[in-house]
């Protein structure tokens, strides 16, 4: 998939703690969220909120966009 390989190449590119990267992963949980794999989803969208706090703040507008895609 796509999203898939864009978040792929962002990693590879930036890190995975960048927020582009962050981006791109946020992207590819929402594709996997709308497919129904609620499980795999969640531990991932966990995983952008942890990442977001530690690089951006917890009151960063992209770090509360990510706890309401989980929410």
């Known amino acids: 998939e796509l999203r898939?390989?864009?978040f792929e190449a962002r990693r590879r590119i930036h890190g995975i703690k960048h927020p582009i990267t962050l981006?791109?992963?946020d992207?590819?949980?929402c594709a996997y969220s709308r497919r129904g794999y609620?499980?795999?989803s969640e531990k991932l969208q966990?995983?952008?909120i942890q990442a977001r706090v530690k690089?951006?703040?917890p009151t960063h507008t992209d770090t509360i966009q990510?706890?309401?895609n989980y929410a």
Do not use: K, P
């Open 46 to 48: 966990l995983q952008i």
């Open 23 to 25: 981006s791109a992963l």
């Open 38 to 40: 609620w499980a795999e």
């Open 55 to 57: 690089t951006l703040g």
């Open 66 to 68: 990510a706890a309401a």
């Open 27 to 29: 992207n590819f949980v």
């Open 4 to 6: 898939s390989q864009v």
